[in-house]
């Protein structure tokens, strides 16, 4: 019988630099927290500096490393500060997670041009913007990278309510995703999205504030536990995933149409 090769499949992220937004709660803290368990040096960033130096001591008493960086994702400045220091406190950031984002909860025409701009900058440009400089410096260093987008399953679908720029900007980031895939490819930088549907988060308390419980609805009648999303993110980002590039994930239970 001939050999067979062990699976090609690994979630060892030692030596590897990732760079987390929006890390102060939810499913950025989580990532964060899976990312610096499987050996990764961890830059968690968020506007809250005090979550953010509790999440990162956290880390750091558990034997990884974590380093807090305060972000603001509608300052492109702000952006490029933090990209800048990461590289200098941990090195070249190799994994990035662009994960920050807010809801609108208004219908189009009742939005201030505040708050459209807040939606716009945080979903989709302040991505963008993180995006490229982290690929611009992984380019100049000769290294390799992967990059998360994190959208949303109401991307593919909007129902009417409400939110209807958040699916926009949510759409906006699946695109991005399969654009900027293409774009440095050569550079053997990886792009992938997961698209999650009702996880459990701060964003989403709100929701159900407003609207009540309706997990019932759902074919399995439940939302999601952050935890339930590690496998996805260590695929994407490990050597597991080298192959793939310009995807997306749906991680929703099966909670939405298809």
Known sequence: ?????????????????ALVTGATSGLGKRFAEVLAMSGAKVVV???REDRLKELADQINQQG???FPVKLDMTDADSIVAAVAAAEKELGTVTILVNN??????????????ELIDSVFDTNLRGPYIMSCEVARRLIEAGKAGKMVNISSVGAFNYSGGGAALYS???AGIVRMT??????WARNNINVN???????SSEMLDGMLERMGDFSPSFP??????????????LYLVSPSSEFVTGTFIKVDDGQGPR
């Open 193 to 199: 999205c997961i698209a999650p549907g009702a996880f």
């Open 100 to 113: 920050a984002g807010i809801p609108d909860a208004q219908r189009a025409h009742k939005m201030s041009l």
């Open 64 to 66: 990884g490393v974590a």
């Open 168 to 170: 926009i900007t949510k």
């Open 1 to 17: 019988m001939a050999e067979i090769d062990a699976p090609h499949f690994s979630t060892d992220l030692q030596g590897e630099v």
């Open 45 to 47: 960033t968020g506007r």
């Open 178 to 183: 399969e654009a900027l895939a293409v774009e």
């Open 220 to 233: 399995r009648k439940r939302i999601g536990k952050p935890s339930q999303m590690d496998s996805t993110l």
